[in-house]
């Protein structure tokens, strides 16, 4: 029995060496598109043996091109859900649904404070209004669908320290009913039902009125849409999301970081991001200019990928909409706002990394 048993570790951990060789032997794969990240490829590793990058970068390349990889990741994430795991490299497991964990360690209050005040000097150096959209995380809203102890972030907090800093907010978490509807079940973000919501509830914090949203004929483009929960934790189960864009007023123009671009760009159906529907994804500086609202001025927004989704709501309120987004570009707001004409300069991220 025991040379029956050393036989059989040896034939098994054999055949996990041919595998990691003939992993690293064959053309590797670039980019996955299950977790949506770039892969680490046998041509990528680092020849520093004494330094230790060799050794890293060998076990990751491994990692990353081993033959059976995708089947071992869904399997590993059954397992977990499985023993009982509900919270699962970063996405809580909810009934049908998966919500994106943001606890307090991933929150910095002090951040979320310096980009406030920040805001606020700009606009007052370009001597415009500010005023600020907080976006609500999923798990804030959607706390009855969180499993039992799961941990959440302090909201209460965040948004004092921007509404302090921006008097002129509107609070999202209270002004909207939320349900379910209102995001996606395998990603982090809104849905058209959500960012309406939102359209209309800014809308009317204005004292302006909103259009109804049959008024944007909303198309669906996709009901095979696995977003970012779901490159974390691949389960069975969970149905995939489907994707309504709204109606856009005829000859708007869209202007990427110096490249002509369109508000939808459907290529992005075909590829595993289908939230990239909206302008292809995001940009350091977008300017989208809308001739049949003449005279409706211009508005600056300030935003996060949240926003790409709500925007479309917008244009035919703004003769010209200029979003700048400064994970992509590095730019001076209060000369953006005075070299565009904007009239307004308006914050719309989520209140958790405001």
């Given at each position: 029995m025991k040379k029956l048993s050393f036989s059989f570790c040896v034939l098994?951990?054999?055949?996990?060496?041919?595998?990691g060789i003939a992993s690293l032997a064959l053309p590797g794969n670039t980019f996955s598109e299950l977790e949506n990240r770039t892969l680490k490829t046998a041509s990528a590793v680092s020849s520093d043996v004494l330094?230790?990058?060799?050794?890293?970068?060998?076990?990751?390349?491994?990692?990353?091109?081993?033959?059976?990889?995708?089947?071992?990741?869904?399997?590993?994430?059954?397992?977990?859900?499985l023993s009982g795991r509900r919270d699962i490299c970063g996405a809580y497991v909810c009934r049908g649904r998966l919500i994106r964990k943001v606890a307090e360690s991933d929150v910095s209050y002090g951040e979320i404070s310096a980009h406030a005040e920040k805001?606020?000097?700009?606009?007052?150096?370009?001597?415009?209004?500010?005023a600020a959209v907080v976006v609500p995380s999923a798990s804030v809203v959607l706390r009855g669908e969180l499993p039992y102890?799961?941990?959440v972030f302090d909201s209460d907090r965040a948004t004092a320290l921007i509404s302090e800093a921006i008097p002129d907010t509107l609070d999202l978490r209270t002004a909207v009913a939320w349900d379910t509807d209102c995001f996606y079940r395998t990603d982090h973000h809104w849905t058209a039902r959500g960012a309406y919501l939102?359209?209309?509830?800014?809308?009317?914090?204005?004292?302006?009125?909103?259009?109804?949203?049959?008024e944007f004929s909303l198309e669906t483009v996709t009901g095979d849409f696995y977003g970012s929960l779901y490159s974390k934790a691949p389960l069975g189960g969970i149905a995939p999301d489907t994707i309504e864009i709204p109606e856009i007023p005829d000859g708007v123009t869209v202007t990427a970081d110096g490249k002509e671009?369109?508000?939808?760009?459907?290529?992005?159906?075909?590829?595993?991001?289908?939230?990239?529907?909206?302008?292809?994804?995001?940009?350091?500086?977008?300017?989208?200019?809308?001739?049949?609202?003449?005279?409706?001025?211009?508005l600056l927004v300030v935003?996060?990928?949240?926003a790409n989704s709500l925007v479309p709501f917008l244009i035919g309120d703004h003769e010209k909409i200029v979003m700048i987004d400064e994970r992509y570009a590095t730019v001076d707001i209060a000369s953006l706002a005075t070299e565009t004409g904007a009239g307004e300069i308006v914050i719309i991220k989520e209140g958790a990394f405001f």
């Open positions: 098994f951990f054999s055949a996990l060496l041919a595998l330094g230790g990058r060799f050794q890293s970068d060998l076990e990751d390349a491994v990692s990353d091109q081993f033959l059976l990889r995708y089947g071992c990741v869904t399997l590993g994430t059954e397992i977990k859900y805001y606020a000097r700009a606009a007052d150096r370009a001597g415009i209004p500010l102890g799961a941990e939102a359209y209309r509830a800014w809308r009317e914090y204005r004292g302006e009125t909103p259009r109804e949203i049959e671009i369109g508000v939808y760009d459907r290529g992005a159906l075909s590829e595993k991001d289908k939230y990239k529907i909206f302008f292809g994804g995001n940009h350091g500086v977008l300017t989208i200019e809308n001739p049949a609202a003449a005279g409706k001025g211009t935003k996060d990928s949240f």
